[in-house]
C-alpha cells in the first residue's frame, strides 16, 4: 500500500467514525469506529493525520488527542519510556491574569510507581483536593522545581516573557536534570527536548502534577499577603480583578506587590497623574 492509498483509507475511516456529541460533558463522548482497516485504532489515526498534517483536521485532531489523554493521562510519558527517556518532566505555570503579585512555575518528574486517581488540572480541583494532592506530588516526586517571577519583572519584561522565565527557573531548580519536559502550551529556548501540548495540564499527568504545585504555591504566598492587606480580599480572588478588588483599588490605592503594567492599576496611576 503506497501513501496516497494510506492516505484515503484514513480518510475514509475518520469519516467512518463520529462522535456522539454531549459536548456539555466530553467524559460521556462515545466513539464508534469501522473495522475495515488495520489502521482502525484512535492513536494510529492521531499519527497519520498528524503526517497528513491538513489545516482541515485540526480540530479533529484535539478531539481525538483530548478523549484519549482523557481515558489514559500517562499517554505522552508512556510514548516517551517506551524510547527509554526515564526522567520526564512536566511544567506549568499560575498567575498570569492576576494584577498582583508573582507569576509561579513548577517543574515536576515522577516516578514510574506514581499512583495519584483524581488528579487533573489544578482549575478543576478544589482547594481542598489541590492540598491533598500537592502533599501527595511533594511526597512521591522524584524532583520538584519552584521558578517565581515578581511583579517587578513582570512590568518590566511583559506576563509572556516573565512566564517563561519562571518556567526556566523552575526546570534549573529541580535537583534531577530532566532527559525530556512536557510543557503546557508554551514553547522554550532549552538545550532539553520538549514537548509542547495544548491542554496539557488535562492531557498529562505530569503536567497536571506541576500544576497543583504552580497552584497552591502561589496561593499560599496570597493568602499571606491578604494578611497584611484584608481589604483587597486576595484570600478569594487571588489577585484577580474582581469588583471587590477594583473598588478597594480606587479606595485604598495600589500596593507595592500591584502590577503597574496592568490595565486597571495603570488607569488608576494615570488619573493620578491628572
Do not use: W
Not at 532549552?190 to 498529562?204: A, C, E, R, V
Amino acid at each position: 500500500m503506497n501513501k496516497e492509498e494510506l492516505f484515503e483509507k484514513i480518510n475514509n475511516l475518520i469519516i467512518d467514525f463520529e462522535f456522539k456529541k454531549n459536548y456539555n460533558d466530553i467524559f460521556k463522548e462515545d466513539i464508534i469506529l469501522s473495522n475495515t482497516y488495520d489502521t482502525n485504532t484512535l492513536e494510529k489515526c492521531l499519527e497519520v493525520l498528524k503526517v497528513m498534517n491538513r489545516k482541515t483536521d485540526k480540530k479533529l485532531l484535539e478531539k481525538i488527542d483530548l478523549y484519549l489523554s482523557l481515558i489514559d493521562n500517562y499517554r505522552y510519558e508512556k510514548k516517551l519510556k517506551s524510547k527509554n527517556i526515564k526522567f520526564i518532566a512536566g511544567v506549568d505555570e499560575v498567575g498570569r491574569g492576576p494584577l498582583v503579585g508573582p507569576v509561579v512555575a513548577a517543574c515536576v518528574i515522577l516516578p514510574d510507581e506514581f499512583n495519584l486517581d483524581g488528579l487533573t488540572d489544578s482549575k478543576k480541583l478544589s482547594e481542598k483536593k489541590r492540598d491533598y494532592f500537592y502533599d501527595e506530588i511533594k511526597r512521591q516526586a522524584l524532583s520538584i522545581g519552584i521558578g517565581i517571577i515578581d511583579e517587578e519583572k513582570i512590568d518590566e519584561v511583559n506576563i509572556y516573557e516573565a512566564t517563561k522565565l519562571a518556567m526556566l527557573d523552575a526546570i534549573n531548580n529541580c535537583k534531577i536534570k530532566p532527559e525530556h519536559i512536557l510543557i503546557d502550551a508554551m514553547k522554550l529556548d532549552i538545550d532539553i527536548p520538549t514537548t509542547s501540548i495544548i491542554k496539557g495540564d488535562l492531557k498529562s499527568i505530569t503536567i497536571s502534577a506541576a500544576s497543583v504545585i504552580a497552584k497552591v504555591t502561589r496561593d499560599r504566598m496570597l493568602y499571606e499577603l491578604d494578611k497584611k492587606y484584608p481589604m483587597y480580599d486576595f484570600k478569594n480572588n487571588k489577585g484577580y480583578p474582581t469588583k471587590k478588588h477594583l473598588d478597594a483599588i480606587n479606595k485604598y490605592g495600589i500596593i507595592k506587590e500591584h502590577r503597574k503594567s496592568y490595565g486597571p492599576v495603570s488607569e488608576y496611576l494615570e488619573k493620578l497623574t491628572k
